[in-house]
Every structure is written in structure tokens, then in C-alpha cells.
């Protein structure tokens, strides 16, 4: 079983930036992706990347936000431009599609000033 342990999470004011880490515990060889769960709102897939780093993005998050991976070192990252306070969430990585047993705790992001 995967373990993925996120990490990057802050606070930032409207307008700011964040990259966020995942760290896998060990290879993973399909598609990725960056989830968020905001209060009271359902996960919702907000990046993909293959594993030869196709890309595809959520229409709330294109062209501020931007995932990358490295396959060598088992890690997945969101570079996070230009936030704004409805980015506010608990951020996780997973497959995609998503293996409910990869879970990991997330990293909060909270866009406020």
C-alpha cells in the first residue's frame, strides 16, 4: 500500500503564491493528482498529470495553478500562483483515479488577508 505524505501548506494573503510537496513511499507508476476539500464541499480533483507529465487542470485553477512530478524521487508537486480565498482547502495527492486507502492527512491552505 502507497503512503503519501503532503506538505507546502499555509497561510498566504489573495494574490500569493505556494508550491506544495507530496512524497510518496514508493514508485508509482500511473497518473497522479492534487485534490482539495474545502468546508462543507465534496474533494474535487484540481490537477492531473500522467506519468509521462500530460497535464490537465480544473477550470477553477487553469493557468494559476501548475503540476509537475518526479518520478525518480517518488514526488508530485502544485505550484500554486495567483491564489484567491476560494482556493482555501485541505490539499492531497492521490492516484487518479484515486485509491481510498492512499489517503494521507493533506496540507491546509487558507487565502486570506
Known amino acids: 500500500q502507497v503512503q503519501f505524505v503532503e506538505s507546502g501548506g499555509g497561510l498566504v494573503q489573495p494574490g500569493g503564491s505556494l508550491r506544495l510537496s507530496c512524497a510518496a513511499s514508493?514508485?508509482?507508476?500511473?497518473?497522479l493528482g492534487w485534490y482539495r476539500q474545502a468546508p462543507g464541499k465534496q474533494r474535487e480533483l484540481v490537477a492531473a498529470i500522467t506519468r509521462r507529465s500530460s497535464t490537465n487542470y480544473a477550470d477553477s485553477v487553469k493557468g494559476r495553478f501548475t503540476i509537475s512530478r518526479d518520478n525518480a524521487k517518488n514526488m508530485v508537486y502544485l505550484q500554486m500562483n495567483s491564489l484567491k480565498p476560494e482556493d482555501t482547502a485541505v490539499y492531497y495527492c492521490?492516484?487518479?483515479?484515486?485509491?481510498?486507502?492512499?489517503w494521507g492527512r493533506g496540507t491546509q491552505v487558507t487565502v486570506s488577508s
Open positions: 492521490n492516484t487518479n483515479p484515486t485509491m481510498p486507502g492512499y
Open positions: 514508493s514508485a508509482i507508476f500511473s497518473a
